[in-house]
């Protein structure tokens, strides 16, 4: 399964970004989606995570009520819509697919190349 996130970019505190990650070569619809991210200097950690109806969703404490993972299986699609931006939520935004529902990124077989979301304060 190859992945491609885009839609990052430089937004100002208390703004909206929604980021995307396209899949292809692959089943899209029997893999578990999520989003982890690498702020400078940090090690990567788990942001959101939704299942494979899409009905399922799980969220870290710091984005939980601001950000909201989703999916378009039609369009081998997985978003991350990001409200109410904080300057701590500066990082690469990275997607995975894995086959187990989890927080673990070691659990995900596939990712995306990174997408780069700054925010100014």
């Known amino acids: 399964v190859q992945l491609q996130a885009s839609g990052g970019g430089l937004v100002q505190t208390g703004g909206s970004l929604r980021l995307s990650c396209a899949a292809s070569?692959?089943?899209?619809?029997?893999?578990?989606m999520a989003w982890f991210r690498r702020a400078p200097g940090k090690e990567r950690e788990f942001v959101a995570a939704?299942?494979?109806?899409?009905?399922?969703?799980v969220y870290a404490d710091s984005v939980k009520g601001r950000f909201t993972a989703s999916r378009d299986n039609a369009k081998n699609t997985v978003y991350l819509q990001m409200n109410s931006l904080k300057p701590e939520d500066t990082a690469v935004y990275y997607c995975a697919a894995g086959r187990i529902a989890t927080m673990r990124e070691h659990e995900y077989n596939y990712w995306g190349q990174g997408t780069l979301v700054t925010v100014s304060s």
């Open positions: 939704v299942s494979r109806s899409g009905a399922g969703t």
């Open positions: 070569g692959g089943t899209f619809r029997s893999y578990h």
